[in-house]
Every structure is written in structure tokens, then in C-alpha cells.
């Protein structure tokens, strides 16, 4: 049985089509990522499969409840941290735990020694005391996490965790989102604009856009969609040189600046096995440059624009490294 | 059950932790109380003032006009505040969980209504300082009859605050309620003197009930415009629909 199965899954704002018509499964104890720009209907879908929305038509299916015949089914099998903060500001981060443990029914010693097991998670254990509202940004999502896994769900909502938040918080965020999954083998259904997040925690990928999936797959197969790794090497006698030829050189051009570009299928394996040949030639090669696909040239391939980038970084991881010899 | 004590346990402790608040709702009431009241009770101190007031002094005939408005404004206002839990994001906590939504308000608007009602009871206490002719034996029934109006006005304001989309909204709402409902409930002024089209006004407003009840406790029976039966069916009533209004808005509830 799958913890997720959607199927023509349409909702509609009005006029508008948010989701238009998707369907796809989740495995149970794997995390799904569902990558998009902002606006791609990312959210709706989380807000549908976790019975805050009703949908308009399709068919979903969470933790094996119909979310609109068993929405009470579904929503005692699911924990959820919201892309917007949904924690009560005034109170305490004990308190807003305790109240959360109370509603899922959990009471006692066993409460109190979850709460405290699972702020120590999250590091807020000596903050326990404190308003929320004076808690920063990653404290503040770091506690719904907790939260979250207070009634230990079958299946975890994060809808984007790490938006907004330092480099380092992101780090520590994902952190705790691989240690979810290993030790208690929970399946998560995580939506991100940020391919380095995607790429980082999901086993698959779907991607969103327009209210449409585009492509599912595993990060290595996504990228295989684009083509071939491609390696830049900078020769000290460029017009003595020819195309390099060997079995696992897929393609080679000669570029106007005498520089020479070859697809191979991996540039990691590909690389020192270039080496060897061009020093066979008796060449010095003086700059090495490779590229290899990303989630960002993948959907920049099938919808001709890139996932708006808001961390900051570059997007296209392009390792240089020069060779003395 | 759970569900319902876990609400009012949530609702206590915002309300304590927002300790100006809790003064802000005491002072403003005593506003009224002293500088209003006060005020007013030297210029009707006369015979023929006592007897538009049912034979009593003013400040007497104000205290559980007084009690009855400071009810009516907090907890139309702890209703309305449903909307921050919109604005700040708690209500979708609350939306998702597998707890009976019905249950989840019910216990949210007893809360509410007994901390609203622990603050009327402070006001009647500091009433009894200023007001001569009050009856002890009057507060337990009048505090009863204000935790019947605190109930039904927090589904109002609940209601409302869930049909809202915006804090502008909001304020709009508090201007235009609040403060005639309060002239038009006999807190101020007996319903007898108001002109013809006011009183009709006056008769469909919950709160000249509460403020008629309050009044048959805490002063007689002499100064009351309705028998005591109707005050409680109407304030009864009224309660019933405006709570089952809110749980059945609050059942609906979904985020956009």
C-alpha cells in the first residue's frame, strides 16, 4: 500500500486552476519532494492532502483514508508544519507542545517525557519557558517540527521547512529531516523551491509547475532528461589538437577559444581516464572545467525558465580545478 | 472532553500572559463607573430624578449596566479574536487536528466566558464600593446571567471574526455595535424614556436582557422593565443560536 496516492487531483480557485489534474503515489518510508517555483500549486496540493481544502475533483488517498470521505482518518495518521508559522505566539514552546500533545489525545507522564525528548531534538529545550514570539525565524520552525512529531504520524507534511532561514539553520533543519526518516522510518512529503533541498533529502522528486507535473524521478534520473555531463579542458597547444576520442567520450567539439568540450556520462569517472589519454598525446592540459546537470538545468530544459532562486546561490555547481604538472 | 478543557486551558493562559490587557479591561469600565457614573449620580440626586431610576440613586441603577457592558465588550471582543488566530496561523493547528471542531469551540467560548465573567465579577466588586443599595445576595444569579451573555456574544464575535477577511473589518464591526447596543440596553438610561422607535430598538437587543437580569439581582424587582422568566428565556435563547452559529461556521472552516 502506498502512504500517498493522488489521482487527477483538479482544484480550483473560481476561475482559477491552481492543481490541474495530477497524480502520482508515495512510497511509505521515503521522502517525496515536490520541487516548484512559487505559485506552482505546491501548497494547495499539501493543503488538500492534509483535508484543509476540499479538493474539486480527483481522488486522494493519505495513510489509506479518502481525504474527503475520512478526513478524520487522515488527519489523526499526519503531522504537519505549515509553510506560514501556525504556533500560538503568546504562549511557550512548552506550552504550545502541551497543547498540541493534549488535542492528539496524549496525556500524562508520557506526554511530558515526549515533550521534553523531542525539544532536546530540536535543541529548544532550554528555551522551553520563553514566548514563541520572542523566538527567531529557525527557532520558531525548529519548534513546529517537534510539534509535529509530538503524535508520532505515520506521514510528515513539510511544506517548504527551510524557507527563509540562514544557510546554516537550512543545514541543521535538514538535519533533523534525514534523522526523522532513519530512526523512525517515517515517510515525508516535502515541498521546496530550492533544488539544492530537493536534491539533498528526497529519494524522488516530482516537479510542479503551473498546476501540472512535469517529471518524476529520482534526482539521477531527472537529470538524465537533460543529457550527458559535459567536461571543458584547456590544452597548452590548442592548435595541434584534434577531437579526443575514446569509448566513454560520448560527443567532443572544439570550442573558438581552442578549448576542447566533451559529453561523457560521468564526469567523476570520466575524468581521470581523461587525464591519462591526453598525457598519452603528450599534451599539457592547463585549466579543467566540468558541468554537470542540475535540477535547475532540468527544469530550465522542460519549461524553457529556472526555479526562481531566492537562497542567494548560484545555481550551477561548476567545479574548477587547474592541473600542474 | 479532552479537547474542550485543553481550550479552556489555552484560552486562560493567553489571557494571563497579556497582563496590560487585563488591566486595559478593568480600567475602561471603571471609566464609566466613576467618572460617568459618579458624575451624573450628583446631578440626579434628587427625588424626582430617583423616581425615573425606580426609586433607586443613579450609581445603583448604573452598577449592572456597568457589569453587563464591561461582559458585552470583552467578550465580543475574546470572539472577535478568533481572527488573530487566523492572521497569526494557530487556527490551522487547529483546523488539522482529528479533534471534534465542535468540541474545539465550545471549550474555546467557555473559556473565554469565564475568564470575562471573572472580570465582571471584579467590576462588581469595586461597584459595591461606589454604589450604596446593591444586594449581596444578588452576584452569584447575576454572575450566571453574565456568563449567559459572555457566551453568547464570544459565538458572535466568533462568527463574525471567521466570516472576516481583514483586521479593517474589524474595527468597522466594533464601531458600529458596540457602542449602540450599549446606549440602546437600558444600561445608561431606563428603556421607559427613550422614544418609541429607540425602544423597539432596545427590545431586540440581547443585551437589555442581561442588563435587565443583572438589575432584577443586584437592585429588585422594582427597577426592572421585563419579568425575570423572560430575561433568562431570551438570554437563554439567544445563546443557544448565536453559540450553535458559531460551531456550525467553525465546522465549516477550511484556510484559503
Given at each position: ?37 512559487n ?16 479538493l ?26 505549515f ?10 514552546a ?32 532550554e ?14 520552525r525548529r ?17 517548504e ?13 535538514w ?28 529519494d ?106 531566492e ?15 | ?28 469600565p ?35 449596566g456597568?457589569?453587563?457592558m464591561t ?11 478568533v ?14 487536528a482529528?479533534a ?20 465582571g ?5 469595586l ?6 443599595n ?28 471567521l ?6 473589518g ?47 439581582y ?16 431570551v438570554l ?17 472552516a477550511?484556510?484559503d
Open positions: 500500500m502506498y502512504a500517498i496516492e493522488v489521482e487527477n487531483l483538479v482544484k480550483k480557485y473560481g476561475d482559477f486552476e491552481a492543481v490541474k489534474g495530477i497524480s502520482f503515489k508515495v512510497n511509505r518510508g521515503e521522502i517525496f519532494g515536490f520541487l516548484g517555483p505559485g506552482a500549486g505546491k501548497t494547495t496540493t499539501v493543503h488538500v492532502l492534509t483535508t484543509l481544502l476540499r474539486t475533483s480527483g481522488k486522494a488517498t493519505v495513510a489509506g483514508h479518502d481525504v474527503v470521505k475520512e478526513p478524520m482518518e487522515v488527519r489523526k495518521r499526519i503531522g504537519i508544519v509553510q506560514d508559522p501556525s504556533l500560538d505566539r503568546e504562549l511557550t512548552y506550552e504550545n507542545m502541551y497543547i498540541h500533545g493534549r488535542i492528539y489525545g496524549l496525556t500524562g507522564n508520557k506526554l511530558e517525557e515526549k515533550i521534553e525528548r523531542l525539544l532536546k531534538f530540536v535543541e529548544l529545550w528555551f522551553r519557558d520563553k514566548p514563541v514570539k520572542t523566538f527567531s525565524g529557525g527557532m520558531q519548534l513546529e517540527i517537534a510539534r509535529s512529531l509530538l503524535h508520532e504520524p505515520e506521514i510528515l507534511f513539510l511544506d521547512p527551510t524557507i527563509g532561514l540562514d544557510p546554516q539553520t537550512r543545514a541543521h533543519i538535519d533533523y529531516i534525514k534523522a526523522m526518516k532513519e530512526e523512525h522510518n517515517m515517510t515525508i512529503f516535502l515541498t521546496t523551491h530550492y533544488m539544492d533541498e530537493a536534491e539533498q533529502l528526497a524522488r522528486i516530482a516537479i510542479i509547475d503551473h498546476g501540472k507535473i512535469i517529471a518524476e524521478g529520482t534526482a539521477n534520473e531527472l537529470k538524465k532528461l537533460v543529457g550527458n555531463d559535459v567536461v571543458y579542458l584547456k590544452l597548452e597547444a590548442p592548435e595541434e589538437v584534434k577531437c579526443l576520442k575514446a569509448e566513454f567520450i560520448k560527443g567532443c567539439k572544439i570550442l573558438a577559444d581552442g578549448k576542447v568540450q566533451l559529453e561523457v556520462e560521468n564526469a567523476a569517472e570520466a575524468l581521470p581516464k581523461l587525464f591519462t589519454l591526453v598525457q598519452h598525446l603528450g599534451v599539457k592540459i592547463l585549466e579543467v572545467t566540468y558541468h554537470r546537470p542540475t535540477l535547475n538545468d532540468v527544469f530550465l530544459h522542460l519549461t524553457g525558465r529556472e526555479i526562481r532562486e537562497s542567494g546561490e548560484n545555481p550551477f555547481k561548476i567545479v574548477r580545478m587547474r592541473v600542474r604538472r | 472532553m479532552r479537547v474542550f478543557i485543553t481550550m479552556i486551558y489555552r484560552q486562560t493562559k493567553r489571557f494571563f500572559r497579556a497582563r496590560s490587557r487585563v488591566m486595559g479591561m478593568i480600567i475602561n471603571l471609566i464609566w463607573l466613576v467618572f460617568f457614573g459618579l458624575g451624573w449620580s450628583k446631578v440626579f440626586d434628587n427625588p424626582m430624578a430617583r423616581t425615573i431610576f425606580g426609586g433607586v440613586d443613579y450609581l445603583t441603577f448604573l452598577a449592572p456597568i457589569f453587563a461582559i458585552f465588550n470583552q467578550s465580543f471582543v475574546s470572539g472577535v479574536s481572527i488573530w488566530d487566523k492572521q497569526f496561523g494557530f487556527l490551522k493547528e487547529v483546523l488539522v482529528p471534534s471542531r465542535k468540541e474545539t469551540i465550545l471549550g474555546r467560548l467557555t473559556g473565554d466566558s469565564l475568564l470575562t465573567t471573572i472580570q465579577f471584579i467590576i462588581l466588586l461597584t459595591f464600593l461606589l454604589a450604596e446593591l444586594k449581596i445576595s444578588g452576584i452569584i444569579p447575576a454572575l450566571l446571567i453574565g456568563f449567559l451573555l459572555a457566551i453568547a456574544f464570544s459565538g458572535f464575535g466568533t462568527s463574525l471574526a466570516k472576516m477577511e481583514s483586521m479593517e474589524f474595527q468597522m464591526i466594533m464601531m458600529v455595535l458596540m457602542l449602540p447596543l450599549t446606549f440602546l440596553s437600558g444600561a445608561i438610561y431606563p428603556i421607559e424614556a427613550m422614544p418609541s422607535w429607540m425602544k423597539a430598538l432596545a427590545y431586540i437587543n440581547p443585551l437589555t436582557y442581561a442588563v435587565d437580569g443583572a438589575r432584577y443586584l437592585v429588585g424587582a422594582n427597577v426592572t422593565k421585563f419579568s425575570i422568566t423572560i430575561d433568562w428565556a437563554s435563547l439567544i445563546a443557544v443560536v448565536l453559540v450553535s452559529l458559531a460551531m456550525v461556521e467553525f465546522e465549516k477550511t484556510i
